[in-house]
């Protein structure tokens, strides 16, 4: 660790260097100095983003972009480049490293503890969408190719299911069942999406609300973090990612699967500080954002599905059967979503006349 940290021109001796946060992907720090400046040091996750440098090229195009029209430096991530200039250090043993100033006087939220926090992170993703419709999509690397292609996370369920790697197929047939119960219904937004129905807009495309930083004092959402996967996307699946995360009733990994359910008043909330910032939606976007919900719920289950069939490659999990536990919550949360439909129709509606 000390060897990449000397890369970085960090202002100060370190201090301490912790495993900081709960992200599924990257190993995150929080780096000290003696001179009392924090820092965000991550190993990128090279398995899930192979193209190092187009993940990064994107990663300082957007925080450039984004520092450029901010009015408070916490707005937007600021990326430490390494002393020979670099977006990022590659170690000796191939591990790439990345240092960000830490956001100061700011928290992370795990969960929904008060409304306000979720119109605010609402009208952080709404607002960072609003923004992107401006930044220059075909400069952008696609990081995670077919990223919400939900019909192609389904072929890769199939592939998985096939190969039974694990032995674990015969364990989750009522898990298989449910998936492919939804099938078509969750495909539809890209089918939609293909035929150009629904416009491709840069989106975030991983907006839970441990993805925005909100101020310790005001409580007002600052910057949206974890950039890695801004590729060109569907408005539905930012919308309907938080939904998924933050007006779900119970933990990603609640075990006890009667607590998870659909939170209509924290949809609400959601919809009204997304449509707020993000005005330029057409009338098919805004149709579509309930099934966003729906489909980003029902893909995140099939995607944890996929992962314990396959053998938990992707991602990390803190006990054997934490992906099959997340696959359960997802899919509880996506049968009540789809109960609650025709409602969530009313309130976009009722949200985007104002
Ligand atoms: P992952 O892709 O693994 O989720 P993130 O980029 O979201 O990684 O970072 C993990 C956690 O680290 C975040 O949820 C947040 O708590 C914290 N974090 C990341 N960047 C910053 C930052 N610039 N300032 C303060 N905290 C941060
Ligand atoms: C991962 O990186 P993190 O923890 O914010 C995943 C998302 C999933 C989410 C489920 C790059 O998000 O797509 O929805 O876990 N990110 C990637 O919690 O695959
Ligand atoms: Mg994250």
């Known amino acids: 660790m000390q060897d990449v940290l000397r890369q970085f021109p960090l202002k100060g001796g370190v201090i301490s260097c912790e495993p900081y946060g709960s992200g599924h992907i990257n190993d995150t720090y929080r780096v000290e100095t003696d001179k009392g400046v924090l820092y965000i040091l991550q190993r990128i996750n090279t398995h899930v983003f192979p193209n190092v440098d187009g993940l990064m090229h994107n990663i300082s195009s957007v925080t450039a972009f984004l520092s450029e029209r901010a009015t408070d430096p916490r707005e937007a991530m600021h990326l430490v480049r390494t002393v020979s200039d670099a977006p990022y250090y590659k170690d000796a043993q191939g591990g790439c490293w990345r240092v960000y100033d830490f956001v100061t006087g700011s928290v992370c939220l795990q969960k929904i503890e008060r409304a306000e926090d979720f119109y605010e992170s609402a009208y952080a993703f709404g607002n960072f969408q609003q923004m992107m419709a401006q930044f220059p999509a075909e400069t952008l690397f696609e990081t995670i190719p077919n990223f919400h292609n939900t019909p192609d996370r389904y072929q890769k369920l199939q592939h998985a299911i096939e190969s039974d790697r694990m032995g674990r197929v015969k364990e989750v047939s009522e898990e298989i069942a449910f998936a492919r119960s939804l099938a078509q219904e969750v495909g539809r937004l890209h089918v939609l999406r293909e035929s150009g129905a629904l416009p491709t807009r840069v989106t975030h495309n991983d907006t839970k609300i441990n993805n925005v930083l909100m101020d310790e004092v005001s409580g007002k959402a600052l910057c949206v973090i974890d950039l890695d996967t801004v590729m060109p ?122």
């Open 233 to 354: 996307g569907l408005a539905a699946y930012d919308f309907g990612d938080s939904i998924r995360f933050g007006a779900a009733t119970a933990a990603e990994d609640e075990e006890d699967l009667s607590r998870m359910r659909l939170n209509v008043d924290l949809f609400e909330t959601y919809t009204r500080g997304f449509l707020a910032a993000c005005k330029n939606l057409t009338p098919l976007e805004l149709e579509t954002l309930p099934l966003g919900a729906l489909t980003m719920t029902q893909e995140c289950g099939v995607r944890f599905l996929t992962d314990y069939l396959e053998g938990d490659t992707y991602f990390k999990i803190h006990r054997p059967d934490h992906n099959l536990i997340r696959c359960r919550t997802q899919f509880t949360l996506a049968a009540d979503i789809k109960r609650h439909l025709p409602k969530l129709g009313e309130i976009v509606s009722a949200c985007a006349r104002g």
